[in-house]
């Protein structure tokens, strides 16, 4: 009897199997976005116009236009981009891209983003951990043997919590000789070699000290996994899926890339090269309101990052002091008192350039101010907040972002 039951029972455990097998696989292929999915997202990531806004939304716009208009008043020389579930509340161009040449502004114009770059470094790292080519865990020495600051590992980088000195002061004029314009890898090789050791800021992992050597050393970290320059990383892996047309790293010069580039001013005069130019990653991005808006929302979307590890990203991970500002993996934060994120922003400044993005996830708004001639009230949008968010959710909000 069992004899005749046997090939039936196997008959029944080979076609459950193989049910398995399928399900697991269509689950699997449900999971995953496919590259044509993704461009379909991708060509859907631009805010839209507003066509018949109803009263509220008529005077939340003439209110941000009064804004801006002081603002010009005061200086204000750039583009802004303010959007509110995906609708375009306000978008502007003030004064010129070269103040000396008088050419107008558009919304095509690039900015030096300065350290809102350090997102896209982010990024950049993050991608490569859900790759698997990199980990949190990992020490700078596995990737550069000789780099002289142990115990520092890549999340400390990505939070500032490395203790690491900043490069732009370690160096005395006699390591800096050779090459005009250091690179990354300059950077990396005077660390490796140059005696004393400069000393660092901290101990690894002790306190957060926002320090651009982080993002200089993540940024060299991705080229020497990737074999390739940083900015072409980004290129294939960010600004091409999204659809960022106008972001380039300054390192490109390229017709392509340095096409409606701006210029940075401070009082009024063009700002010249600096010498730590070329160093990327902590800053040297290039990029307008528009693709600024297209990194977030695709990012926010999945296409970038599993929400797992956005979800890293967007974690506060420095307690030492009471307040609401925090940092998560490169990006800046107001959290709320049981540590949970409020608003996530990240603003720059270098040589003459002035940036700010701010996001509040809950009321789905995103604003982003770039400027080319040094200005303070480029920092200063309590008042754009209190209109987008009204008065009773951002009253402990300093002035000064």
């Not at 701006?262 to 009082?267: A, C, D, L, R, V």
């Amino acid at each position: 009897m069992l004899n005749k039951l046997r090939p039936k029972v196997w008959w029944a455990v080979l076609a459950a199997i193989f049910v398995l097998i399928i399900s697991w696989g269509l689950v699997r292929k449900a999971k995953e976005v496919t590259p044509e999915a993704m461009a379909v997202v991708a060509a859907n990531l631009d805010p839209v116009s507003i066509k018949d806004p109803d009263a509220a939304t008529s005077r939340k716009i003439a209110e941000i236009e009064d804004i801006f208009r002081r603002k010009k008043n005061a200086g204000f020389n750039g583009n802004v981009l303010v959007v509110q579930k995906g609708q375009i509340l306000y978008q502007n161009s003030f004064g010129f891209a070269h103040l000396k040449e008088k050419d107008s502004l558009n919304s095509q114009s690039r900015f030096q983003l300065a350290s809102l770059s350090k997102p896209f470094t982010a990024v950049a790292i993050l991608k490569l951990v859900q790759e698997g080519k990199v980990s949190l865990d990992d020490s700078v020495q596995r990737f550069f043997p000789d780099f002289p600051y142990h115990g520092v590992k890549i999340d400390m980088l990505l939070s500032h919590r490395s203790g690491l000195p900043n490069y732009i002061y370690s160096f005395p004029d006699s390591v800096r000789h050779g090459k005009k314009y250091p690179t990354n890898m300059t950077v990396m090789d005077w660390y490796a070699k140059v005696v004393p050791t400069p000393t660092a800021y901290n101990r690894p992992g002790r306190s957060f000290n926002y320090c651009n050597t982080n993002y200089c050393v993540l940024a060299a970290i991705v080229e020497k996994v990737t074999g390739g320059g940083f900015g072409n990383y980004l290129h294939t892996n960010i600004f091409a899926p999204l659809g960022m047309r106008n972001s380039f790293l300054v390192t490109d010069t390229t017709d392509v890339a340095v096409k409606y580039r701006t210029i940075g001013h401070q009082y009024g005069r063009k700002v010249d090269k600096d010498y730590y130019d070329e160093v990327v990653g902590d800053k040297g991005l290039f990029s307008t309101t528009q693709d600024i808006y297209r990194f977030y929302n695709g990012l926010t979307k999945g296409l970038l990052l599993d929400k797992k590890l956005l979800a890293e990203a967007f974690k506060p991970r420095s307690f030492e002091r009471e307040g609401i500002r925090n940092y998560g993996y490169g990006f800046r934060m107001h959290i709320n008192k049981d540590h949970s994120t409020r608003f996530l922003y990240h603003g720059g400044w270098w040589k003459g350039y002035n940036t700010m993005f701010w996001v509040c996830p809950e009321d789905e708004a995103v604003i982003i101010v770039l400027g080319n001639s040094y200005n303070r009230s480029t920092y200063d949008i309590k008042e754009l907040l209190q209109v987008i968010h009204g008065d009773e959710k951002i009253g402990e909000i300093e002035k000064d972002i």
